[in-house]
C-alpha cells in the first residue's frame, strides 16, 4: 500500500512523496491517531469487506452499510488493541 507523505524540508508537496507500508505499520499509524494510516487501511479493506458484507447479507447497500460501520467500530477500538498484534 502506498501512503502519502507529509510535506518535507526538501519542499516536496505530499502528493509527490509517497511511501510503501505494510499492514502492521498501516495498522500501528492507525493505532497512533494518524488518519493518513487508518485510511490506507480503509482503502486496502473496504472493497472486500462491503463484497463480503453484501454476500452475506444479500443487499448491497445494506453491506456498504455495515462496512462502514465495521470501520468506525475499528477506528474507535484502535487504541486498545494490543502492541504484539500480528497480521
Known sequence: MLLPLDADASGDSPENSMVEISQMEMVELARQDDAQGFTALFR???AQICTYLAHLVGNDELGRDLAQ??????WKSL?????????
Do not use: Q, V
Open 79 to 87: 487504541p486498545s488493541i494490543a502492541n504484539e498484534l500480528h497480521l
Open 69 to 74: 460501520e465495521t470501520f468506525l467500530r475499528a
Open 44 to 46: 486496502a479493506y473496504n
